[in-house]
């Protein structure tokens, strides 16, 4: 049922049971009046024969001559001594017949003032409404017949009755339309809240009544909305600050004072787990590592000083290392952050140790140049002899130091800056042509025979100059280490859609199973005093490397079980449009 319909109901009772209240006390009211004013008739009737008599004295006839001056000819009057016994009855002729009327209701209600009875008469036959009194002498009953005449004069009057009615239906009319207005705007308001349950808030615009009800409703409305604004705000940046800390690759989490977990992403539990000894069932649980005491301690007193502070801690763990942060909130909250740094510690420490080994390398040239040209300036009598090989020899490590600054050029260009290097379509063929040609003095020197299986046309798109360094530090790194009168074999073994892969061996001596993993390190050598003497710069392999890699490639390295060491290696057809 609609509240309008309640509510009319509830004021239509309400006003109905007060109506029918009143208009059941009006009735009584009303009867009690018409009986009140039928018992002063009789009881006016019972004085005025009393007075009668008490001037005339008693006499039959004349009482009856008195009674027909009366105005209601229907008038029984009776007159009953203290025994009971009627001495006058102006219906009955012959008294003697009347039973005793001591026993009589209305007689012995007259001994209290007055009686009144409603009842048939036993020597009548008819009934009566009696009134009788009590006088010095006798008892004075009056009575009329109580017919349909009498009752109609003493049932109260209806008129009043029609009158409650129609203004009860009047009443209804105007509570119905006063509980529609109350309503209005409590329905409109529902009918918005509906709206707001599907989220259609922005679009509703609901206009209440201009009266105080509906003003409340204007900003009950208007204060909903605001707030369904900030919470769609407030959950919308929560959504997207949940998403960035489930997709970032730091790992965080959120605690409460009581060190429970409130929000924590993927990372930061796989971390949690990295840095416990044993399986951690909860991730609060890592509080409990020996290794977060310190970090323990901070936190608890940072609570207790209700102000934001930080701290750090570097721990190393199971061969990684991890960089901890801890903020603690003015609202007794606290996140921590921890960062695998691990790659970045090992870029520092290869950088470091790049550095070193970089001076290192430039010093020994430098440093041999320095000790010849001394040797010629202090000794200004030197023989041309030994003055032209201390030239020499100084010309040998300026070409060492030349070639060492022109690799270290070349790896940092492929490292920060690919665009310089422009792409044009290369034959891989001609290109492995060029370089066997370029170098062939020095491979029949060293009796190294080459068996060059790449025929027909290999075409790639990519930058001439680096896929020659690839084939010639190869051809350089197995005249330098693999030992003379070995075989080079260089094939192409197979062919995609998208790359070729080739297979660059040697017959050599080969590497040790503990360095290959290595080979392509920066200034990485074997053997650091036979590769100074065979005048390597220690970058070339790792010039191929970048150089195949910014082809789209990826090389690896294995010894060959009959001896010698094998480098396969991918090159792309079109450079990777990621390289541009």
């Known amino acids: 049922m609609r509240l309008n319909s309640r509510l009319f109901l509830y004021f239509f009772t309400t006003f109905l049971a007060l109506v029918v209240v009143i208009a059941f006390f009006q009735y009584q009211r009303e009867k009690e009046f018409r009986t009140e004013q039928l018992d002063q008739l009789l009881s006016t009737y019972n004085h005025t024969v009393n007075r009668y008599i008490e001037l005339n004295g008693f006499n039959q006839e004349s009482i009856d001559d008195f009674l027909q001056v009366l105005p209601d000819s229907s008038v029984r009057i009776t007159i009953v001594d203290f025994k009971g016994k009627v001495v006058y009855d102006s219906y009955v002729v012959n008294e003697e017949v009347l039973e005793n009327h001591a026993a009589r209701p209305e007689i012995k ?16 036959g008819i009934e009566f409404y009696y009134l009788a009194h009590r006088f010095q002498h006798y008892y004075i009953r009056s009575a009329l017949p109580y017919n349909v005449s009498l009752t109609t004069a003493l049932s109260a009057n209806l008129y009043f009755l029609y009158i409650i009615f129609f203004v009860l239906m009047v009443a209804s009319l105007v509570l119905y339309f006063i509980s529609k207005n109350i309503t209005r705007s409590i329905d409109r308001l529902q009918l918005f809240l509906q709206k707001a349950e599907n989220e259609q808030v922005e679009e509703e615009s609901i206009v209440f009544p201009k009266d105080q009800l509906g003003q409340i409703s204007t900003n009950i409305v208007k204060t909903y ?31 409460s004072s009581e060190k429970k977990e409130i929000l924590v992403n993927a990372h930061f539990t796989l971390y949690a787990q990295i840095m416990s000894d044993k399986e951690l069932t909860l991730v609060d649980e890592i509080f409990y590592l020996p290794e977060f005491e310190g970090l323990n301690q901070f936190i608890d007193e940072s609570l207790q000083q209700k102000g934001i502070q930080r701290q750090r801690l570097q721990l190393e763990k199971g061969g990684r290392i991890f960089l901890i942060q801890a903020i603690v909130f003015k609202d007794a909250t606290f996140e921590i952050s921890i960062n695998d ?37 202090n000794n200004p009598g030197l023989d041309s002899g030994r003055m032209q090989f201390f030239i020499e020899r100084s010309f040998q490590q300026a070409q060492r130091l030349t070639a060492l600054l022109q690799d270290i050029s070349m790896l940092n260009k492929i490292d920060e800056s690919n665009n310089i290097f422009e792409t044009t379509k290369v034959d891989i063929v001609e290109t ?92 990485y050598r074997v053997d650091k005093g036979r590769s100074r003497k065979a005048g390597g710069t220690g970058l070339g392999l790792a010039i191929v490397k970048n150089a195949v890699i910014f082809h789209g490639g990826s090389i690896s390295a294995k010894n060959i079980p009959t001896g010698g060491l094998n480098f396969i290696f991918s090159l792309k057809k079109e450079k990777p449009e990621s390289n541009h």
């Open 432 to 523: 492995v042509k060029d370089v066997l040609e370029d170098v062939h003095l020095q491979l029949e020197e060293k009796g190294i025979t080459v068996e060059n299986k790449l025929i027909g046309s290999l075409p790639i798109q990519g930058n001439r100059s680096l896929l020659y360094s690839i084939f010639r530090n190869l051809t350089d790194n197995a005249m330098a280490y693999a030992g003379p009168d070995i075989t080079l074999r260089i094939e192409c073994y197979r062919e995609d859609a998208e790359n070729y892969y080739f297979s660059f061996s040697d017959s050599g001596v080969g590497v040790n199973e503990e360095h290959l993993p290595r080979l392509f390190e920066r200034f």
């Open 109 to 124: 209600g007259a001994n209290s003032g007055k009686g009144v009875s409603i009842r048939k008469s036993g020597s009548t």
């Open 341 to 377: 740094i691990t790659v970045q510690e090992q870029e520092n420490r290869l950088k470091r140790q790049l550095t070193q080994n970089i001076s290192h390398e430039l010093k020994t040239p430098v440093s041999s140049i320095m000790g010849y040209m001394e040797s010629i300036l």
């Open 225 to 255: 909305k605001n707030l369904w604004r900030t919470q769609w705000q407030v959950r919308r940046e929560r959504e997207k600050l949940i998403q960035h800390l489930q997709i970032s690759q730091e790992g965080l989490g959120i605690f």
